[in-house]
């Protein structure tokens, strides 16, 4: 009875907020009749990849799918047209600029799902419904304290919530989780880890470490010195976000800045993301991807990958 209740809250919360949404936002994200979002510039190939790597592929803003040496990892799935509160059928809110590199009926069975936050681009609920009834009882979720609620009816293996500093292990990879600079809250009445709440909803980057090899999942985050503290880590490739910076600084770093949090934390790559697949901020389109490139002749790293769609790999 009480599971019941909190759906039909859930519900009816999500469609007075997306009814809001639509109505006063409409226009802002120009939901016009009959757009299509474009297909993802690269068409990935995952035949080559071997579990005795790295593989990873950009999805779509902060989606990525990772062989992380026979572990498959998606990181904050979104696979929805939309973004936004969850209303009965669908999402109401942004649209996809671009589709996913990989249509969600190809991506192979996650063993693993990393959650960041509970923000609708990064939480999608529609997704996660997707992956858990195709995959009953068969993945790993590991998400932010205070999230799992929003999703704990669906068949997931187990879902797995990491405050700051607190560490997971699966099949030999260990994840542990990291304070960044953002906020939680989903809904706006919520309480927020970054007000001061102890008991609200928070905010985590991720380090994933199996073979010696370390990976940086930052989720969202607006520049900030709390990965500093991690410089003697020997991280390896650091997925960074990269856009809605304008005017969002205070919860979005640009380009600049999110070369310059992963050079101090000492990352050998740079791989891009939150950036070229939903309207967000008022950047151009492709001024993240261009200041990247401009500007990553200044720092003691590589850039892995530009385009969605596009592969990286290390041994």
Known sequence: MKSTRRDFFKII????LAIIVEGFLGK????SNGFEPNQAPVVPNLSNWQDNQINMCWIGHSTYLINFFGVIILTDP????????YALISNLGPMRIVKPAIPPEKVPQPDLIIISHAHFDHLDYPTLKYFAKKFPNKITVVTAFKTKDIFDDLPFKEIIELDWNETFEIDDLIVKALENKHYGWRYPWEKDRSKGFKDGRSYNSYILEKNNRKILFSGDTSYTDLYSSYRNENIDIALMPIGAYN???TIHCNPEEALQMANNLNAKYFIPMHTKTFSQGLEPYHE???????SEKNYNLKVGLYEIGETFSLS
């Not at 919360?13 to 007075?16: E, F, G, R």
């Not at 979104?78 to 509160?85: A, K, L, M, Y």
């Not at 993240?288 to 401009?294: D, Q, R, S, V």
């Open 288 to 294: 993240a991807i261009e200041w990247l490139k401009k």
């Open 247 to 249: 005017p969002w600084q």
């Open 28 to 31: 802002l994200y120009a939901f």
């Open 78 to 85: 979104v696979f929805s047209e939309r973004i936004g509160p």
């Open 13 to 16: 919360s999500s469609t007075l």
